[in-house]
């Protein structure tokens, strides 16, 4: 990696490099994507295979594709899936056949509200062929026979996923998803894909309080997979994000877990309050991403989504028109530092005791406030202190001081450190 570029250009030079890969939920572009990442962090590449029973569900058949298109009734071809990846129906069996326009309609896919796009569509787990186009395309189609071929394997082999467990002093662990199963969508897929990537990356050579657990599947399918294969380590996971939808220009959204009050969903909602940027903060519902199975209610992990635009909420949502122009470096970087410091409260909240809790210490004596000189807002500093001084019972954290002071947990943690070296404050044993 270039050490001058952002965090929010390698990114995007990541999704660059990801955007012309034909993913699914099975398959070689599957294993693609995941040995590009894993030119950045070293993850497991694990392998399930088809008919593997995962709780009601069955790992699928493999699905893979080589060439696809459709001639007209003079022989040009006018729908190509070397031009765009979207061209074909998701899991599309193989077809090679002479049909009439009408019979061929049955099987066109397009978004009539937005007529110069092509749509996302896919068909998992119903056999289907199918192509996707434009739809002022489509109304200029005449009648007369055209020529379809699909060249796709759908055969035994397997489900395939990325996993970078990093250790941590406990063995408590956080964990971030993303999906990885969209072919060329920049935002809804390739955003979160590079977030996770790089908010591992950046914690690969740190000194980790929690474990961390990074991973990379397909959607649903990849989420019921690994749960159902790794139940029985579920009981540790404190925590953990959904990533996807980090890329768009809109405001940030935080969907909360199934709980709604965990400690991942005070963290996000500390953080955003504190971002100066836009943001929503919305309750758990069962549709979207793969926070639904793990919120499904024989997990009720505290996991969270948190996304720019919220999934389906922005017109270029699962279209060609979700491409590398519409994600920016600044957005991603925003994105990733929002994450980031989540990563850094959960690394850094405590417990603290005062050393002197019956009536306030006497600050000036201790150089107290030549401490914190040189910052502009001396007041609110010295306002800052005189909570910590007064929440560090033992009972409060970091985060509930903050919480409750209205400072961010930046501020508060800088000053409890302060503190401490004035031997003011003592860090309890961890909770
Ligand atoms: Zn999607």
């Not at 005449?142 to 489900?159: A, F, K, N, Q």
């Not at 996993?163 to 955003?191: M, Q, R, W």
């Not at 909602?269 to 929503?280: A, I, P």
Request: overall charge negative.
């Amino acid at each position: 990696m270039d050490k001058f570029e952002s965090i929010g250009e390698k990114m995007h030079v990541l999704a660059t490099q990801l955007y012309p890969i034909c993913r699914s939920i099975t398959g070689e572009g599957v294993r693609e994507t995941l040995s590009i990442v894993r030119k950045q962090i070293p993850i497991e590449i694990r392998e399930v295979p088809t008919g593997t029973k995962v709780f009601d569900w069955e790992v699928p058949r493999e699905w893979n594709i080589r060439d696809a298109w459709v001639k007209d009734p003079a022989g040009n071809k006018i729908i190509d899936f070397q031009d765009h990846n979207l061209h074909v129906l998701n899991y599309s069996i193989p077809v090679h056949r002479k049909i009439e326009l009408t019979e061929l309609k049955k099987h066109l896919h397009t978004q009539p509200e937005q007529p110069d796009l092509i749509p996302y569509r896919t068909s998992y787990y119903q056999e289907n062929w199918g192509f996707c186009l434009p739809h002022r395309q489509y109304e200029q189609l005449e009648e007369g026979e055209y020529e379809v071929y699909i060249d796709s394997r759908l055969e035994p082999g397997h489900l395939t996923y990325g996993e970078l467990y990093l250790p941590g002093k406990t063995s408590e662990e956080i964990i971030f998803s993303a999906h990885v199963c969209h072919p060329s969508l920049a935002n809804d897929n390739l955003s979160g894909i590079g977030l996770i990537t790089f908010l591992a990356h950046s914690l690969l050579s740190e000194d980790r309080q929690f474990s961390y657990r990074f991973l990379f599947i397909p959607g649903t399918i990849g989420s019921i997979t690994w749960l159902a294969l790794n139940e029985d380590i579920t009981a540790r996971i404190k925590g953990g994000l959904v990533a996807s939808l980090v890329g768009d220009p809109g405001d940030f959204t935080y969907k909360k877990s199934r709980q709604g009050n965990t400690l991942i969903d005070r963290m996000v909602t500390h953080v955003l309050k504190h971002s100066g940027t836009g943001y929503r903060i919305i309750d758990f519902f069962p549709y979207g991403y793969d926070e639904r199975q793990f919120c499904s209610p024989g997990f009720d992990l505290a996991v969270g989504n948190l996304t720019r635009s919220q999934f389906g909420q922005y017109p270029e949502y699962h279209t060609s028109g979700d491409n590398l122009e519409l994600i920016r470096p600044e957005y991603l970087e925003a994105s990733f530092q929002v994450y980031r410091q989540i990563v850094d409260i959960l690394e850094q909240d405590g417990y603290y005791e005062s050393k002197n809790p019956k009536c306030e210490p006497q600050l000036g004596k201790r150089g107290l406030y030549d401490a914190i000189g040189g910052e502009s807002d001396r007041k609110e500093l010295q306002m800052a202190m005189l909570w910590v001084l007064n929440l560090a019972d033992g009972q409060h954290s970091l985060l509930d001081m903050a919480e409750r002071s209205g400072y961010s947990f930046e501020l508060i943690n800088r000053i409890s450190k302060i503190l401490v070296e004035k031997e003011l404050l003592g860090k309890c044993v961890a909770k």
